[in-house]
């Protein structure tokens, strides 16, 4: 059990579900779970008591003695460490294999709660990075895992990771793409048919092309095609309803500043309801 699954714990319940969701994850892959609490701890009820070192040292113990219990082969470890939270979990992804994040949801967008740490961290870490909400269910039969594919920028990262995850889980792999006619193609109507037709079969040959070598890596995997008409934000929202895992790439930038988060990636954080996964693509 050399790799690590790295939870940011902070003593709340999104932080409590993405500690019982990494536990599964580590037993299913043969990792190990690390609980990570960065200090100065922001939790109102103990900030500026004397003792608040003491207690945050406690509630992790608790924590880690709980998810000891509830999975015995897998080796947890818990962790205090001094500094920014944004600063220590960045610190902590670059010898990660995931990074696990909770959040509380949002009620009727269903999506997730995420301030300016969780934007940096999803923006810039080195692995990736899986939201749970506190909502999350600590034990259900494996759904499907969803993959939002983008064929003008493909991530084998990303592919790789979707393809491990519905694996290990015996799960379908649905893989949406969200494609839209030519620009313009409707100006014309006597020719908006055929473009219609030659762009939809091209996406569909690209879309064979991309994933054919992926199942063949991974022939025990379901294999669920979903080419789509319509933007890529709403579309891959839409498609995926509570999977076992949605998976999406995000670009990285070099030295640009600011978070890497794109639009589709942003949509999927607002308005996904399961676990979903963000892969740092090259």
Sequence with gaps: ????????????????????????????????????????????????????????RRWLARQEAGLRARSPGVDVTAVHR?????????????RSVVLALGSRGLGALHGYFVGAVGRDVLGRAACP??????????SRPAREVVLGLDLDHCCDAALRFAFEAAALRAAPLRVVHAWRPPRGSGLVPAVTASLVRVAAAEAVQ??????DPWREEYPGVEVVPSLLRGGAAGTLVEAADRPDRLVVGRRTRGTLPGPLLGPVTQAAV?????????????
């Design 206 to 211: 690209r879309f064979t092309g991309t994933l």
């Design 270 to 282: 607002h308005h996904v309801r399961g676990p979903l996964a963000v892969v740092p693509c090259d």
């Design 82 to 94: 001094s500094g920014p939270a944004r600063d220590v979990l960045l610190a902590a992804a670059e």
């Design 1 to 56: 059990m050399n790799g690590l699954i790295t939870v940011g714990y902070d003593g709340t319940p999104g932080s409590a579900a993405a500690a019982r969701w990494a536990s599964r994850e580590a037993g299913l892959r043969g990792l190990r779970v690390e609980l990570l609490l960065a200090w100065p701890w922001t939790a109102p009820h103990l900030l500026g008591t004397p003792d608040a070192v003491a207690e945050s």
């Design 129 to 138: 990075v899986v939201l749970v909400r506190a909502d999350e269910e600590a």
